[in-house]
């Protein structure tokens, strides 16, 4: 089957680092998109890997490792404007997007 | 537009009744999306259009639910005799292609609450 697995929630400090990882297991494999969503809005594209590596934007980096059928996004310099969902998703065979439950990042001061 | 439109943004409407959401997408944009989001859950993929291809309505969860895209532009997203259980957040987002590194743009959805 197809599944997607991220963290339910993680705290983190203000100017600190954070990892949010994502694991999953999809039929095929087009891409991994992480979007950030903050409460009571859409969500917002943050990234898009579909080569084994890390890809920076800024403050911003996803890291791929497709067999190993792994994610993660590493936001540094953390703000508080980064309190936010985290949200995993991988596009499968079918141009489907499968997407994960969201991680909620809780920046504390 | 400059980007995804949504409407109405909000929807009261009895148990039963039949209500019709509106999506117009980026201008150009081949790929169309509906999900749905209860509170505090993920996204729940309903059905979507690329291009003059048939849809994949895969995910629509009952027959009550249905969809279409005019000209390959604008969707409107149907639901009859809608139930409590319908209550959620109703989200479109078009993509510029399938895949590649253009991400997919959300529209602010329509939150539809059914009393």
């Known amino acids: 089957g197809q599944n997607i697995d991220q963290p339910t929630e993680m705290t983190a400090t203000e100017g600190a680092i954070v990892q949010i990882n994502c694991t999953y297991q999809t039929s095929g494999f087009n891409g991994l998109f992480w979007y950030q969503q903050h409460a009571g809005e859409a969500p917002t594209f943050l990234s898009y890997?579909?080569l084994d590596g890390l890809e920076e934007k800024g403050r911003f980096s996803s890291f791929l490792s497709r067999s190993k059928g792994y994610s993660y996004l590493l936001l540094k310099e953390l703000q508080m404007k980064d309190s936010a969902s985290y949200l995993c998703a991988t596009m499968d065979s079918n141009y489907q997007l499968i997407w994960g439950a969201g991680t909620k990042l809780i920046i504390k001061p | 537009g400059a980007g995804v439109s949504q409407s109405p943004s909000n929807k009261v409407t009895e148990k039963g009744k039949d209500v019709e959401l509106r999506c117009d997408p980026i201008?150009?944009?081949?790929?169309l999306y509906w999900y749905r989001q209860s509170l505090g859950q993920g996204l729940e993929f309903l059905i979507y259009?690329?291009?003059?291809?048939?849809?994949?309505k895969s995910g629509l969860p009952s027959d009550r639910f249905s969809a279409e895209r005019t000209g390959g532009s604008v969707s409107t997203l149907t639901i009859q005799r809608t139930q409590q259980e319908d209550s959620a957040v109703y989200l479109c987002?078009?993509?510029?292609?399938?895949?590649?590194?253009?991400?997919?743009?959300f529209g602010s959805g329509t939150r539809l609450t059914v009393v």
């Open positions: 987002a078009s993509s510029l292609a399938l895949t590649g590194n253009y991400g997919y743009t």
């Open positions: 259009f690329q291009g003059n291809s048939s849809p994949d």
């Open positions: 890997n579909v």
């Open positions: 201008s150009g944009h081949t790929a």
